[in-house]
């Protein structure tokens, strides 16, 4: 499949069950869902939400964690208990006044075929469904919920020229050449 270019995304779309989470559900014995999520994926949304590139995240299922860690990340556009998600893929897009060619879309199973086909730049996981591979642009080393999602936030950073300005921006006065002046 011909690679398009990271250059003009503008908008990251995330599924979260098996993308932004390993994609075990944890139940509790009242019932209560539990699910984990990865630090460094929590990193990486943050530096593009820093860097101007808006983050969203559309996923079949409502759980409150989900929302929860969206809101921590800042993460303003989270659709949760979406069953068919290529029409709110639409609605963002027109809400945020993007083309196809500007959003990338990281799913991993049958319902985020839709979106992933329209998206500009599609990326899933090794754990993926065969179809869903099948359509990708990319595919990430890392698992859903292991840090894959970090992946694809170094990819459009790196793509973007700003990868180097995020790692020179933790460098502060602790390295050694700064130390030493």
Known sequence: MNRPSLTSIRLLILDVDGVLTEGGIHLGPDGTEHITFHVHDGFGLRQLLKNGIEVAVITGRDVPAVKLRCRDLGIRHVYTGISDKEPI?????????????????????????????????????????????????????????????????????????????????????????????
């Open 89 to 181: 893929y639409r609605e963002l897009l027109a809400k945020l006044s993007l083309q196809d060619d500007q959003v990338c879309f990281v799913g991993d199973d049958v319902p985020d075929i839709g979106p992933m086909m329209c998206a500009g730049y599609a990326i899933t996981v090794p754990g993926a469904r065969a179809e869903v591979r099948a359509i990708a642009h990319h595919v990430t080393d890392q698992h859903g919920g292991k840090g894959a999602v970090r992946d694809v936030c170094e990819l459009i950073l790196r793509a973007h020229g700003l990868w180097d300005q995020v790692i020179e921006s933790h460098r502060g006065s602790s390295t050694p050449a700064a130390k030493s002046r």
